[in-house]
């Protein structure tokens, strides 16, 4: 009796000892390779799964999307300015095997290459072409890591700039420039309006130079203008223009 009681408790030990290494769970969003006794024998699907315990090895891989911050770098750019620029880079495993077999560490892999292709692509770059074409250098930057990364078995999506820090004596100089640009848009348009304004003057002159009394009636209606302010004293000459028009009005005819 006191031999079955001792089998019974070494079985349910054995059972302890045994379950937890050889039943395994895995996630809708992981994938598990296996390795038996150091060879790669396959990879578990999601769900509840059997290996041999103590002999096969199994390693959970997560196939969802990672979101990496690429540390801030400093970057000289073609025209000798230097900068700092960090990104994010957004990359998932699409074969799980290759990314435990092909690599040690997969993300810490990927984010070194992040860090030397940023240096490497915007150094090709001036200033002006990194601050006004992200688009292009984005996808130039996530072109390469994807190509560098792809026999990992991880695909990388997307590779954002995320900050350009420019030293503060760049940045007064554009400040600068930017006023100098201001001011000049503002002396093109002062310019224009002014030429619009003497063309129309001109076409006024053409008008009223060939109709006298037109002439006349605008220079009453500029005194009239003056007129309002009763504080002011005008004094004005009177054109002889004006008296031509009542010339003769008393002289019998002939």
């Known amino acids: 009796m006191i031999a079955v009681w001792v089998a019974v408790v070494a079985v349910i030990v054995l059972l302890f000892l045994v379950l937890p290494a050889a039943v395994k769970v895995v996630a809708q969003y992981e994938r598990g390779v296996v390795l038996r006794l150091g060879r790669f024998v396959g990879i578990k699907e999601p769900g509840l799964r059997i290996?041999?315990?103590f002999i096969d090895r199994m390693w959970k891989v997560d196939t969802r999307i990672v979101t990496m911050d690429v540390p801030a770098q400093e970057v000289i750019t073609r025209d000798n300015v230097t900068i700092k620029v960090d990104a994010v880079v957004y990359l998932r495993v699409i074969n799980a095997d290759d990314a435990v077999l092909k690599v040690a560490d997969y993300i810490k892999a990927t984010s070194l290459i992040s860090q030397?292709?940023?240096?490497?692509i915007l150094g090709q770059h001036e200033l002006d072409e990194i601050l006004g074409q992200r688009d292009k250098l984005n996808a130039r930057l996530q072109e390469i890591v994807d190509e560098q990364t792809d026999p990992w078995g991880v695909k990388v999506s997307a590779v954002e700039i995320k900050d350009v820090q420019l030293p503060e004596p760049m940045q007064r100089a554009m400040a600068a420039q930017a006023e100098a640009e201001r001011d000049r848009r503002a002396k093109i348009v002062h310019a224009e309006g002014e030429?619009?304004?003497a063309e129309k003057l001109a076409q006024a002159a053409?008008?009223?130079?060939?109709?006298?009394?037109?002439l006349q009636l605008r220079y009453l209606g500029v005194l009239k203008e003056i007129a309002t302010e009763r504080t002011n004293m005008v004094i004005f000459p009177l054109p002889?223009?004006?008296l031509t028009a009542f010339m003769g009005k008393g002289q019998s005819p002939k």
């Open 195 to 197: 030429a619009q304004a």
């Open 206 to 214: 053409g008008v009223l130079s060939s109709q006298p009394a037109a």
């Open 51 to 53: 290996i041999v315990p």
């Open 116 to 120: 030397t292709t940023l240096r490497s």
């Open 240 to 242: 002889i223009d004006i």
